[in-house]
């Protein structure tokens, strides 16, 4: 009997001497700290004034005046080409509704330019917004990424905070107004 228990404890001690870790480190042979790089010699940086793009401010590609010299570049756009849009934001009528953040969260089915898309806001902070975005639309409303309640209206922003429209409540869960390249937009649930 005493035998078993000198086995046992024998067994034992073996099966624990056996789960015991090693010292063996893998990593112990590299270097503590990489060598340090060399500085590299930086060219002198020019500074001045670009010329302007070529061709008449806001003539169409392919038109007479239009960018010249076979440039990939559009003209840039006219100072306001729209003016019923101030910075991208048309002047709710007097009739606008009062607008509510919270109210806008969730699902919207936008009409813009007879095509039909839809919009998804959200409440989470974006910059200087809120975060949203869109589902099979077109034109700018692809580059939204964020949106806001400003005043009567709410805008639509790219991630750059450019508005790229707005929009005031007309009814219960409907809101039209404009986009910053003039077209009508309308929002509904």
């Given at each position: 009997m005493q035998f078993r228990y000198v086995a046992t404890g024998l067994a034992l001690t073996l099966a624990l001497a056996g789960c015991q870790r090693t010292a063996y480190n893998p990593y112990a042979d590299l270097p503590a700290q990489p060598a340090p790089l060399q500085p590299q010699p930086v060219p002198s940086v020019q500074g001045g004034q670009l010329p302007p793009p070529g061709g008449a401010m806001g003539a169409p590609m392919g038109a007479p005046g239009a960018a010249q010299g076979g440039s990939q570049f559009p003209n840039a756009p006219m100072a306001n080409a729209n003016p019923g849009m101030a910075?991208?934001?048309?002047?709710?009528?007097?009739?606008?509704?009062?607008?509510?953040?919270?109210?806008?969260?969730?699902?919207?089915?936008?009409?813009?330019?007879?095509?039909?898309?839809?919009?998804?806001?959200?409440?989470?902070?974006?910059?200087g917004g809120s975060r949203g975005g869109?589902?099979?639309?077109?034109?700018?409303?692809?580059?939204?990424g964020s949106w806001d309640v400003s005043g009567k209206s709410v805008q639509f922003k790219d991630r750059d905070g450019n508005v790229l429209g707005s929009v005031y409540k007309s009814a219960d869960n409907r809101f039209d107004g404009t986009l910053s390249s003039g077209q009508p937009v309308s929002l509904s649930r």
């Amino acid at each position: 009997m005493q035998f078993r228990y000198v086995a046992t404890g024998l067994a034992l001690t073996l099966a624990l001497a056996g789960c015991q870790r090693t010292a063996y480190n893998p990593y112990a042979d590299l270097p503590a700290q990489p060598a340090p790089l060399q500085p590299q010699p930086v060219p002198s940086v020019q500074g001045g004034q670009l010329p302007p793009p070529g061709g008449a401010m806001g003539a169409p590609m392919g038109a007479p005046g239009a960018a010249q010299g076979g440039s990939q570049f559009p003209n840039a756009p006219m100072a306001n080409a729209n003016p019923g849009m101030a910075g991208g934001q048309m002047a709710p009528p007097a009739a606008a509704q009062d607008v509510k953040k919270d109210a806008m969260v969730g699902s919207w089915r936008v009409n813009a330019a007879g095509q039909s898309c839809d919009m998804f806001l959200t409440l989470t902070n974006l910059g200087g917004g809120s975060r949203g975005g869109t589902r099979g639309c077109a034109g700018p409303l692809t580059m939204m990424g964020s949106w806001d309640v400003s005043g009567k209206s709410v805008q639509f922003k790219d991630r750059d905070g450019n508005v790229l429209g707005s929009v005031y409540k007309s009814a219960d869960n409907r809101f039209d107004g404009t986009l910053s390249s003039g077209q009508p937009v309308s929002l509904s649930r």
